[in-house]
């Protein structure tokens, strides 16, 4: 346990409550386990790019030939 590799454990947060809590800000999921959702930082995604209007022109223009 020391390791930090049972840090979802319900006991590791009642012995090293600050090491989870740092842990909790960027693992959503370790965050909802222990109830710290307040705790946990979203990490901005990049946006998908969007399919423009010339690429579906070039398959439109593509299948018109059959």
């Known amino acids: ?3 930090s590799e049972y ?3 319900h006991l590791a947060y009642s012995i ?3 090491r989870v809590r740092e842990k909790c800000k ?3 999921s370790l ?3 222990h109830g710290l959702e ?3 930082v979203a990490v901005p ?3 998908k790019a969007k399919r423009g209007k010339k690429q579906a022109a070039v398959v439109e223009e593509m299948f018109e030939g059959e």
């Open 26 to 28: 960027a693992d959503k």
């Open 31 to 33: 965050a909802i386990a």
């Open 1 to 3: 346990m020391e390791r």
């Open 38 to 40: 307040e705790v946990y």
């Open 45 to 47: 995604t990049a946006a």
């Open 7 to 9: 840090d979802w454990a």
């Open 16 to 18: 090293w409550p600050e």
